[in-house]
Nanobody, 119 residues
Framework: QVQLVESGGGLVQPGGSLRLTCTTSGIVFSISTVGWYRQAPGKQRELVATITPGGRITYEDSVKGRFGIARDNSKNAVYLQMNSLKPEDTAVYYC?????????????WGQGTQVTVSS
């Protein structure tokens, strides 16, 4: 059974920090691209950051220099360190795992964790 479980969301003031954690099971984590997406009310889900098995990282432009993604293959976990948070970062943050196996795309999502940036 595949499970992606996010934690670490919450309410934070502008300028503050949060660290999101996604723990996974039931997937071949070490060869999956993993990452974070977010969806604000009334908006489409968008990429925040991803990290490939080889460590190549992609960030959405608005989070560059403020957010950091990391993975720990020994724990089957991916992290998102969010600094200098802004109200526009408010969204539900989702963990994602993705890989292709024998021509079949295996793509999984977590249930999401709410991040609210407000004074």
């Amino acid at each position: 059974q595949v499970q992606l479980v996010e934690s670490g969301g919450g309410l934070v003031q502008p300028g503050g920090s949060l660290r999101l954690t996604c723990t996974t099971s039931g997937i071949v984590f070490s060869i999956s691209t993993v990452g974070w997406y977010r969806q604000a009310p009334g908006k489409q889900r968008e990429l925040v950051a991803t990290i490939t098995p080889g460590g190549r990282i992609t960030y959405e432009d608005s989070v560059k220099g403020r957010f950091g993604i990391a993975r720990d293959n020994s724990k089957n976990a991916v992290y998102l360190q969010m600094n200098s948070l802004k109200p526009e970062d408010t969204a539900v943050y989702y963990c994602n795992a993705d890989r292709v196996a024998s021509g079949l795309r295996l793509n999984y999502w977590g249930q999401g964790t709410q991040v609210t940036v407000s004074s």
